[in-house]
């Protein structure tokens, strides 16, 4: 496995030198998970950036009672770690995987060392930091200022937008139960909210694939009008 | 005025030479705005940074019922629009001033030139973007897990940590009815809050001023323990 080629197959790698890519990956740390592995507990002290090479994983939070509200989703080529890797801070939430996974981990003083002198890195970064901070409002808005269906509504444009191939179905990558803990719901109430659409000929299920059939009405719904 | 004098002491331009700054404010735009105006509105399509020179503004989510959810406080030194002026995406957000406020602007397109050619800038933003991160995953986890009195908490726990004075008491710079924008609560369920809090022996209120009487049992009303 040549790892600079998989290395340069990353966004946050885009642009960047072999000859930079080759220092990050002389360092790199390859490691792999078994599925519901907690990778990084919240607060743990790391100072590393980290990409999803292959899997999923998600970053989220959770309570005392053992709730939990997942923040983002990790797919191939995401990385995380990265908000706590030029810092000193700890970790700002934790990260599990969802199935088996396998990411790289760059040392944080490396990264920050060779990015000072690849001004497109640092750019990189600040792009896929910058989608994050905009995910992260779009959740705020869900949480505080939707109901259960909204967000749901929001989610599956969200998704639809991302999907390169058909824009009128998708197919969840998650289960119900990962879906509710993204929309701060539980399975029961995401259940009744599917029903409900799919009652009112918004779209049509079957096991995880979703079809869109009345897109206008799915938009309405997001928009909470 | 000094311009240049006056962008050395924002955050955003710590580190930064002398001669860049120039460059930038020879192209900064000055706006005055009184209390109570819309800045940006969401979706507006932005091509610049903004930094607030004097006064107070919020960063906001609003739904079609006019519900509100504040997403960030800003004040003097913070910048705003980051995660857009080198996007071409639209403002994620609207801002609206608290009090009467004055900006400085900066083309987003001059930025970028001058942040390539000056890694010290593009770290900043990383910096700032990464706080503003963590804000945005502190403030999920209060609206998906914490009921009003533990996010009351964990914003007067924050609040604290960036008191360099006095450890034990804080002025809210903000209404009751602007800090229930924040905490996604009513006025109503907000002074229901402190009322218990009060009666709980955990502070005592006098105006905008809050007295902290039992730090433990604040952290424990923060954690949710």
Same mark, same amino acid.
């Given at each position: 496995?040549?790892?600079?080629?998989?290395l340069?197959?990353?966004?946050?790698?885009h642009?960047v030198?072999?000859?930079k890519?080759?220092?990050?990956?002389?360092?790199?740390?390859?490691k792999?998970?078994?599925?519901?592995?907690?990778?990084?507990?919240?607060?743990?002290?790391?100072?590393?950036?980290?990409?999803?090479?292959?899997?999923?994983?998600k970053?989220?939070?959770?309570?005392?009672?053992?709730?939990?509200?997942t923040?983002?989703?990790?797919?191939?080529?995401d990385?995380?770690?990265?908000?706590?890797?030029?810092?000193?801070?700890?970790?700002?939430?934790?990260?599990?995987?969802?199935e088996?996974?396998?990411?790289?981990?760059?040392?944080?003083?490396?990264?920050?060392?060779?990015?000072?002198?690849?001004?497109? =890195?640092l #750019?990189? $970064?600040i /792009?896929?930091?910058?989608?994050?901070?905009?995910? !992260?409002?779009?959740?705020?808005? +869900?949480? @505080?200022?939707?109901?259960?269906?909204?967000?749901?509504?929001?989610?599956?444009?969200?998704?639809?937008?991302?999907?390169?191939?058909?824009p009128?179905? =998708?197919? #969840?990558? $998650?289960? /119900?139960?990962?879906?509710?803990?993204?929309?701060? !719901?539980?399975?029961?109430?995401? +259940?009744? @909210?599917l029903?409900?659409?799919?009652?009112?000929?918004?779209?049509?299920?079957?096991?995880?694939?979703?079809?869109?059939?009345?897109?206008?009405?799915?938009?309405? #719904?997001?928009?909470?009008?």
């Amino acid at each position: 496995m040549d790892i600079v080629q998989q290395l340069k197959k990353i966004d946050l790698f885009h642009g960047v030198s072999s000859e930079k890519l080759q220092i990050l990956a002389a360092q790199a740390i390859y490691k792999k998970y078994p599925a519901q592995e907690m990778v990084i507990g919240e607060t743990d002290p790391i100072k590393a950036f980290y990409v999803v090479l292959t899997g999923r994983m998600k970053l989220y939070k959770s309570s005392p009672e053992g709730k939990e509200q997942t923040i983002q989703l990790l797919e191939p080529g995401d990385p995380f770690g990265l908000c706590t890797a030029f810092a000193t801070d700890a970790f700002p939430a934790s990260a599990m995987t969802i199935e088996e996974s396998s990411v790289v981990l760059i040392p944080g003083a490396l990264m920050e060392t060779v990015a000072m002198q690849e001004p497109k =890195l640092l #750019l990189n $970064i600040i /792009q896929i930091l910058s989608r994050r901070l905009k995910d !992260s409002m779009a959740l705020i808005e +869900s949480l @505080a200022l939707k109901e259960i269906p909204g967000r749901l509504a929001s989610f599956l444009l969200h998704s639809l937008a991302q999907t390169k191939e058909n824009p009128e179905q =998708l197919e #969840l990558a $998650i289960t /119900q139960r990962e879906l509710a803990k993204i929309l701060g !719901s539980t399975p029961e109430a995401l +259940s009744r @909210a599917l029903r409900k659409l799919a009652d009112d000929g918004i779209l049509q299920t079957s096991g995880r694939t979703i079809r869109i059939l009345n897109r206008r009405a799915l938009d309405d #719904l997001a928009e909470g009008t």
